[in-house]
C-alpha cells in the first residue's frame, strides 16, 4: 500500500488569493491524480499529473485555475488559483497502484478548503 | 463519457439489518470496479474490488459485491451491519489503464444503535 500525506489538511483562504496543496507519497508512482469533493458531492477528477510531462486536465477544469507540479515521482502540489467561494472543497490526492497487478488507487486524507 | 449512478443518496436502517447499495455505470469497455467507504472524518479507504475472475467479490468489514456485466452493475451488500457501518459509500469505475475514476454521487448510510 501507498502512504500518501497532504499539506495543508484544512485552510481558510480569502477570495483572491492561492492555495497550494502538497501531495507527498512514501513510494515513486507514475501518476497521481487530483479530486475535488464539492460539499454533499462526490469526488471529481481535476487532473492527472505525470512527472515529466505537463498534466492532464479533464472537461471544466483548466490549468490557469489549477496549475499543478509534478517534479518527481514522489511529490505533486496543486494549487487553486484566484479563489472564490466556490472553491471551497475536499482537494485530494490519489495515486495509482504500485504494482502492475494492483490496480487499487490510494487517496490522501485531503485538504479542507473554505473561501470566504 | 462513462457515468457512475449510485441509486439511493442516503440510507437508514437498524443494525442487524441488512444493506444492499445499488451501482450502475455507463462505459462498455473493460472496467475496473471500486467500492470506498468514507467513515465521519476519515479518508477513503478501499472496500473491495473487481478487476477480472469471479463476479462474487468479498472485501473487508463483512461487505461483498456482485458485477453483473449484463446489468451494468456493481452492487454492494452487507448481510448484518453495525453501527459502525455509518459511513458514505462511494461506488466508483476506471478503465483498464491506469486508475483515472469516475466516482458514483455516493450513499450516506446511518445505522441506528
Known amino acids: 500500500s501507498a502512504v500518501i500525506s497532504q499539506k495543508p489538511s484544512r485552510d481558510i483562504c480569502q477570495r483572491g488569493t492561492s492555495l497550494t496543496i502538497q501531495c507527498q507519497v512514501d513510494?515513486?508512482?507514475?501518476?497521481m491524480f487530483w479530486y475535488r469533493q464539492q460539499p454533499g458531492q462526490s469526488l471529481t477528477l481535476i487532473a492527472t499529473a505525470n512527472q515529466g510531462s505537463e498534466a492532464t486536465y479533464e472537461s471544466g477544469f483548466v490549468i490557469d485555475k489549477f496549475p499543478i507540479s509534478r517534479p518527481n515521482l514522489t511529490f505533486s502540489t496543486l494549487t487553486v488559483s484566484n479563489m472564490s467561494p466556490e472553491d471551497s472543497s475536499i482537494y485530494l490526492c490519489s495515486v495509482d497502484g504500485l504494482t502492475q497487478l494492483n490496480t487499487e488507487a490510494f487517496f490522501g486524507q485531503g485538504t479542507r478548503l473554505t473561501v470566504v | 463519457a462513462q457515468s457512475v449512478s449510485q441509486h439511493n443518496h442516503h440510507v437508514i436502517l437498524s443494525e442487524a439489518a441488512s444493506l444492499e447499495l445499488g451501482c450502475n455505470y455507463s462505459y462498455g469497455g473493460t472496467v475496473n470496479l471500486f467500492w470506498y467507504v468514507q467513515y465521519p472524518g476519515q479518508h477513503l479507504q478501499l472496500l473491495l474490488k473487481?478487476?477480472?475472475?469471479?463476479?462474487l467479490v468479498k472485501g473487508i468489514k463483512g461487505f461483498e459485491a456482485e458485477f453483473i456485466k449484463s446489468k451494468f452493475s456493481f452492487n454492494l451488500r452487507k448481510p448484518s451491519v453495525q453501527w459502525s457501518d455509518t459511513a458514505e459509500y462511494f461506488c466508483a469505475v476506471g478503465k483498464a489503464a491506469g486508475n483515472k475514476l469516475t466516482f458514483g454521487g455516493g450513499t450516506r448510510v446511518l445505522v441506528k444503535p
Open positions: 473487481y478487476f477480472s475472475g469471479d463476479p
Open positions: 513510494s515513486q508512482v507514475t501518476m
